[in-house]
C-alpha cells in the first residue's frame, strides 16, 4: 500500500529553501516578511515537488502489477526498492538546463537505483508532463485548501466588523467626489460580499482543475496498450483527483482560469487596500488604524502599508495573469514554451494571493474605528 502524502504531515519538515542566489524579491531579508508567505511557497518548493514526483512513479508502477502491464512480483520488488530512494538533486538542476525538465533525470536516477531487471516497471508508456501535471495539480488542491481557510477566517472577521461599526457613518464618495452619505455596513459590504461569492466560485472551479494528467507522449494513452483507462483509474482515485476522459496537456483552460480566480481574489482585497488608504488620509480622517508604517524624514507620518501592499499585490497578480492566458496557446499536441511560462508565473501568484490574503486579515484587525458614530 503506498501511503497517500499528506502536504499537512509534512511541511514542517522541510525548511525554507535558500533562495539567496534568486532575483525574487521574496528571497531578499530586506523585503521577505513583507512579501513572502512560506507556507505557500512551498508548496511549490523542491522536497515536496520530488516527493510529489516519487509518489506518483510508485503509484504508477503499483497500478501496472495490478494489471499486468508489468508482472506483479517485478512491480512489488520495484516499489520496495524504490523506499530507499533518496534523488541527487544537485544533478537533476544541471540535467534540467539541459533537457528543459527535471523529469528524464528524476526518471534514470530512479531505474538505476532499481536496476536493470526492475528498470522496465518505472514510468512505461508515460511522459513527463503526465508526472508533472499531476505534481501540480496536487500542489494547487493543497493550495486550494489552505486559501478557503484564509479567505473564510477574513469573512469572519469582516463580519464582526461590520456588525460592530456598521452603523456609523461615512460620506460615500464616486469618482472620488464626495457624493451623499452611506454607512460603515455599505462600506464593508463592497469588502466582504465578493470574497463570499470567490469561494462560491472556488467551489465550482476545483472539479475542472484538480485532475489527473495521464496521456502518455502525445496524450492518446495508446502507450499504455489498452490499459490506459484502468491505470488512471487507480491513480485518480489514489491522489484523490478527477479522472479525465480525455489528457489535458495541449488544454490548459482549466490552470488559467484557477490562475484567473487567484487575481480576481487578490483584486477585491486590491479594492479593500485603496479604499483604507483614501479613508486613512489627513483631513479625511474616515479610518483609524493602529501601528502602520513610519517615514524616515517625517516621523509625524503613519502609513497604511498593509492597505497599500494590497493594491500593490492586486496590480502584480494583474500583471501575470496576462502571462498565464499566453500559456494558453499550446501549440499541436504539446508546447514547451506556453508550459515554462506556466512554471514561472503560477507559483508566484499562488504565494501572492495566499500573502494577500494574510495581510488583509491584519490591517481590518488593526481597525481601531470606521466612520462617525
Known amino acids: 500500500m503506498i501511503p497517500r502524502l499528506n502536504v499537512l504531515d509534512v511541511l514542517d519538515e522541510f525548511p525554507a529553501l535558500d533562495r539567496t542566489m534568486t532575483a525574487s524579491i521574496t528571497a531578499n531579508a ?15 518548493q523542491t522536497e515536496l515537488t520530488l516527493q510529489r514526483m516519487l509518489e506518483y512513479e510508485l ?7 495490478e494489471i499486468g502491464t508489468v508482472p506483479s512480483d517485478i512491480a512489488t520488488d520495484a516499489i520496495q526498492k524504490l523506499s530507499g530512494f533518496a534523488p541527487n538533486i544537485d544533478k537533476i538542476g544541471r540535467a534540467t538546463a539541459i533537457d528543459g525538465l527535471p523529469v528524464p533525470e528524476f526518471i534514470r536516477q530512479l531505474k538505476a537505483h532499481v536496476g536493470e531487471e526492475l528498470a522496465g516497471a518505472i514510468h512505461t508508456g508515460s511522459t513527463s508532463q503526465d508526472l508533472m501535471d499531476t505534481v501540480l495539480v496536487l500542489a494547487l488542491k493543497d493550495l486550494s485548501d489552505l486559501l478557503q481557510v484564509r479567505i473564510e477566517g477574513l469573512i469572519s472577521t469582516l463580519t464582526i466588523l461590520r456588525n460592530t461599526m456598521g452603523n456609523n457613518d461615512l460620506i460615500g464618495r464616486t469618482r472620488m467626489q464626495a457624493a451623499l452619505p452611506v454607512t460603515v455596513f455599505d462600506r464593508v459590504t463592497l469588502w466582504l460580499d465578493p470574497l463570499e461569492r470567490h469561494l462560491e466560485r472556488l467551489t465550482e472551479l476545483r472539479p475542472r482543475v484538480e485532475l489527473l494528467q ?7 494513452r495508446a502507450s499504455f496498450h489498452g490499459k490506459g483507462d484502468e491505470i488512471a483509474t487507480r491513480l485518480s482515485q489514489h491522489f484523490g483527483l478527477g479522472n479525465p476522459k480525455k489528457a489535458w496537456h495541449a488544454m490548459r483552460d482549466g490552470i488559467v482560469e484557477y490562475a484567473g480566480w487567484l487575481s480576481l481574489v487578490t483584486g477585491s482585497l486590491g479594492k479593500m487596500g485603496q479604499d483604507v488608504c483614501l479613508m486613512a488620509q489627513q483631513g479625511i480622517d474616515e479610518i483609524t488604524l493602529s501601528g502602520g508604517g513610519k517615514s524616515s524624514a517625517m516621523p509625524h507620518k503613519q502609513n497604511p ?17 496576462g502571462g498565464m492566458h499566453q500559456t494558453s496557446i ?29 495581510l488583509a486579515l491584519q490591517m481590518v484587525d488593526q481597525i481601531e474605528s470606521i466612520g462617525r458614530g
Open 214 to 220: 495521464l496521456g502518455g507522449p502525445v496524450g492518446t
Open 305 to 321: 502599508i498593509l492597505a497599500e501592499t494590497l493594491v500593490t499585490f492586486a496590480r502584480f497578480n494583474s500583471v501575470l495573469i
Open 30 to 44: 530586506c523585503y521577505a516578511p513583507l512579501f513572502s508567505d512560506p507556507e505557500m511557497a512551498r508548496l511549490f
Open 330 to 358: 499550446h501549440e499541436q499536441e504539446r508546447s514547451g514554451t506556453a508550459w515554462a511560462l506556466e512554471w514561472m508565473c503560477l507559483p508566484q501568484m499562488a504565494e501572492t494571493t495566499g500573502k494577500s490574503l494574510e
Open 59 to 65: 503509484t504508477l508502477t503499483k497500478a501496472f502489477g
